[in-house]
């Protein structure tokens, strides 16, 4: 156990040793973003909700699964990060919050759960804050410590190399930072761990950041895609490859696409999926997801699929008090649901949205084997079903269905 007095330097690892055939598994691993498209994502803390604010009864810590240590291995690459931190959106974003709310850190216990390489724990040291524990599952908590040092803040940034689940931090805090989502907001499940840390330290009244975050869902019109990838085979140098078509369309859309889309790609108003506020989420409602949605196209085109993203406000504690359940603001716009964004000048947003600018988060777009010809005014309806997969709960299962001009369609996919 690590308390607020008599730790050492900063970095205390809180790893079990691994099995050898369990280590060699891990050798061959790639990550889970690379499965997605080329490049990495972050290092993650797996999930496991305890009863709130009971630390001294909290049931026993999940076991590390086989999944999550491969998973945690993965995203010990440099490369990873890197990628996150040039996201000047993102990065910058996280800072301007973090000193936005400066009056809430300053001189106040902070936890960084998955905090990577360490900056928004060097943010908030820089900001005043009493003491930050930096915690993260994967080595690259070990890189996390050398630069804490190098920037002589081992006095005030403990690094906690280790999952949320087994890590110890013997006090309440009064703020949990994370940059936790993935795409379509909750691939990864790592939210699951910022709800474990809410529940096991942080006060009543605390601050997260960020406060809460919403998916939305749009169709979408991509010709240029669907003639790169599928109509290309239609005549290639003089040669009728057309055969070749229903194999490309499996390979090209069986399973979600991470690209980036503009706004003039969308068709509609969005929707909706789920709006999660970060305070009173609970475990559970992570693991199935439905929602029920009706588009009106606003133009005549190919519906080529459905965009998703995502974008999360940073409120500060009066306006989002912990523990106290603030419903989302939704306008019903032709049948479509548009949240109500905050006053920019009460919270900072960080939006994925295709109208704004790239991230490399980018969208999620899941495309159908065949477009569907919509004209302006046309009904998009149908619903759609994300659920944790029972393989591995960081995977996220998709099933769509949607119907338009009396046809009916259901698509099926995971995002691995």
């Known amino acids: 156990m690590y308390s607020s007095m008599g730790y050492s330097n900063g970095y205390h690892n809180h790893q079990q040793q691994q099995p050898q055939q369990q280590q060699e598994r891990m050798g061959g691993i790639t990550s889970q973003r690379e499965r997605v498209r080329r490049g990495g994502r972050r290092s993650r803390d797996s999930l496991r909700v305890s009863e709130h604010q009971q630390q001294n009864e909290r049931k026993p810590a999940t076991p590390c699964t086989d999944f999550d240590v491969a998973y945690f291995h993965s995203y010990a690459h440099v490369g990873i990060h890197e990628e996150m931190i040039k996201d000047r959106v993102r990065t910058e974003t996280y800072r301007a919050a973090i000193m936005q709310n400066q009056s809430s850190i300053e001189g106040k216990v902070v936890v960084d759960v998955g905090c990577g390489t360490g900056?928004?724990?060097?943010?908030?040291?820089?900001?005043?804050?009493?003491?930050?524990?930096?915690?993260?599952?994967?080595?690259?908590?070990?890189?996390a410590n050398e630069v804490v040092k190098a920037n002589n803040l081992s006095d005030k940034v403990i690094v906690l190399h280790g999952r949320v689940e087994d890590v110890e931090i013997d006090e309440e805090v009064d703020v949990i930072i994370s940059e936790w989502m993935g795409y379509m907001l909750l691939y990864e499940s790592m939210l699951g761990s910022v709800i474990t840390a809410r529940d096991r330290?942080?006060?009543?009244?605390?601050?997260?950041?960020?406060?809460?975050?919403?998916?939305?869902?749009?169709?979408?019109?991509?010709?240029?895609?669907?003639?790169?990838?599928?109509?290309?085979?239609?005549?290639?140098?003089?040669?009728?490859?057309?055969?070749?078509?229903?194999?490309?369309?499996?390979?090209?859309?069986?399973?979600?696409?991470?690209?980036?889309?503009?706004?003039?790609?969308?068709?509609?108003?969005?929707?909706?999926?789920?709006?999660?506020?970060?305070?009173?989420?609970?475990?559970?409602?992570?693991e199935s997801i439905a929602t029920a949605f009706k588009f009106k196209s606003m133009m005549r085109a190919p519906l080529h699929g459905f965009a998703f993203w995502f974008d999360v406000e940073f409120s500060g504690p009066a306006l989002y008090p912990a523990n106290n359940h603030i419903p989302s603001v939704v306008h019903q716009i032709d049948g479509c649901q548009k949240k109500k964004r905050a006053n920019p000048n009460e919270a900072l947003v960080l939006s994925t949205a295709p109208e704004d600018p790239p991230t490399h988060w980018q969208q999620t777009l899941i495309y159908f084997y065949d477009p569907i010809e919509v004209e302006q005014d046309q009904l998009i309806e149908g619903s759609l079903v994300l659920s944790q997969s029972k393989e591995n709960a960081r995977f996220m299962n998709i099933h769509l269905e949607y119907a338009s001009g009396g046809r009916s369609f259901v698509k099926e996919s995971v995002m691995r």
């Open 119 to 143: 900056i928004l724990s060097i943010f908030c040291a820089q900001a005043g804050a009493k003491r930050v524990y930096a915690v993260d599952a994967s080595d690259i908590a070990v890189q």
């Open 201 to 286: 330290w942080l006060k009543r009244g605390g601050l997260i950041l960020p406060s809460n975050a919403t998916l939305y869902m749009a169709p979408v019109t991509h010709p240029d895609r669907y003639n790169e990838s599928i109509d290309f085979w239609r005549n290639v140098y003089g040669i009728d490859m057309s055969a070749m078509m229903p194999l490309a369309k499996q390979c090209a859309f069986e399973e979600p696409s991470v690209e980036t889309i503009t706004g003039e790609n969308v068709l509609t108003w969005p929707h909706v999926v789920k709006h999660v506020d970060c305070y009173t989420i609970q475990i559970h409602e992570l």
